[in-house]
């Protein structure tokens, strides 16, 4: 009798793992489907949308970061005491970008017969021009100014009723910004003119090295002129856009099990039809 179950029950274990073997067939058959060339292809397509994902998400993070800082940096120089350049000025007389924005405060004579203007400067969707006026500090320094802004017409051509500025003695306050990133051909003044302010091209106009960069005035304000308005502050679409690359990447982790899945199931459903009909 004991014999019997000890017979029985090995055949039983013997059936139990042939049965075993025989699934692990079967499943190995049923997702053999994904080394084919198809498959393989889609594999690959997630994983390179969710690396790309990743490091596009990270990237528009870090601009969102940057974005932040900047604007905390010129909130802060604006809200500050207006000082002299000499607080700005590196030891050997450049001026970082990062002091966009400073409040300057400078005095000194305006170049009454040297304004040039800024061409096709829109401001609130009307043509218009800025004024650039040298201004020589009592330094001895000449710094470029931008006086502020005027409507003409966008036909490049120089307005002939330009605000002359102050005569005389000026204490002035104003915003620095840094030289335009622009080739002598834009921002060389030609015929009372240029496209962009870069003090470094009007050495022949000047008869002098300007300061870097300029000063966008605020008070006093010229008659006729507006004055720089203050920069938009907001974070931008950085955030959102991190999120969107990061949700792409999880919607092909998603997509690429999904396909998986329903391949599987027709493969299953395949599977058992044949299995009937024997």
Sequence with gaps: MVHRLLVGRQLLSKTNSVRSRLNLARTDCVFRFLLSRRWLGLGLFVVFMVVASWFLGNWQLDRWDTRKANNARAEAHMNAAPVGLDAIRKQDGSIGS?????????????????DVVVRFMNRNSSPGVDVVTPFDTEDGETVLVNRGWMAATNDGARPADIPPPRTGT????????????????????????????????WKSTLGTKAVPGYIAMQKPQDEGLLPQEPPELGNGPHFFYAIQWFFFGLLAIFGGFWFVRVELKEQQAAQASVTKSK
Excluded: C, M, Q, Y
């Design 98 to 114: 990062a002091s966009e924005w400073t409040r300057v405060k400078l005095t000194g004579t305006f170049r009454t017969d040297a």
């Design 170 to 201: 000026v204490t002035l306050e104003g915003w620095w910004h840094p030289n335009a990133h622009s080739g002598g051909n834009v921002s060389t003044p030609i015929d009372g003119t240029v496209r962009a302010i870069n003090s470094a091209s």
